[in-house]
């Protein structure tokens, strides 16, 4: 029997798709293209609310992919308990690396550079001048160093930086350097003048900077978080914030969307970007590479690439803790 494909892209918009399959469009409207049961392989709306993504899998009987557009999945995951064993998870590695990290770059300097003032300021007509701090000479700490971490570690190689340090779940080496285990987190804070988020949500990373991480961080630094809102505790965050012995820069926040009227709104020394890290004009024809890739491989009954989880099996490490 021929198999579905859902996919959340017209494909007759995805040039080099293989042959075989019925591929049906699917961006969440209320009706299904087809029955759900008869989905093989289904790519998950992008952008779009959790429980959007969620809501066919428990009739998704005969599934075997779940792929996300998205590099985190926990937007998807708490629905894949309604699937059978052996069903594969995989995420966008490789489509929102170079988006993502040129955002990275962008609130390091806005922020650093007092961008945000200097806009307040053109509205009133004010010139207001003045010493602002640089990236040059800084020690950046990357907390989650997976694909995204080393392409914001690409982004910020000609800057001039004083030293970047990387985190991940263990310790290795990479070519540009020692990648520290998370266990070295607590001691590597204080030395670092900008700390950027980039590690997937999970149990063990929820609330990760909490009240004790942001108090081990140096007076002045910065945190950009481009990883989950979930990752911080934000009444944590607003109480460093309000001190204004620290600033921040959110792509992704707790609650997400930001409510109208919620303290981080107004707090001191905070730049919010809303949750803009992944759509650019990089997204399209990445995830369309991605999809083709995957799905010839589907077809040819070849190893998937990024399979993040299988449902029924034990945890694989590259959920557990931090980004490797």
Known sequence: ????????????????????????????????PADPAACAFYVVPYMKPPGLGQRPLPMMSSVEVV??????TDHVEPGL?????????????????ASTAELTLALILASLRGIPDFVRAQDKGEWRGGFRPALADKTVLIVGYGSIGAAIEDRLAPF????VTRVARSERTTARGLVHPLTRLPALLPEADVVVLSTPLTETTRHLVDADFL?????????VNVARGGVVDTKALLAELESGRITAALDVT??????PGHPLWQATGLLISPHVGG????????AKRLLVDQLSRFVNREPLRNVILTTGAPSSPSTDAIAT
């Open 67 to 72: 792929q996300t557009l998205s590099a985190g």
């Open 81 to 97: 308990k309604h699937l059978r064993p052996g069903v594969r998870l995989c995420n966008a590695r490789g489509v929102h690396e």
């Open 254 to 259: 707790d609650p997400e969307p930001l409510p």
């Open 1 to 32: 029997m021929t198999p579905d494909v859902w996919l959340p892209i017209p494909p007759e918009e995805i040039e080099g798709l293989p042959e075989g399959p019925e591929y049906r469009f699917w961006d969440g409207a209320d009706d299904y």
């Open 215 to 223: 108090a081990r961080m140096k007076d002045g630094a910065l945190l």
């Open 160 to 163: 001039e930086l004083a030293r």
């Open 279 to 286: 759509p650019t004009s990089a997204f399209l024809p990445r």
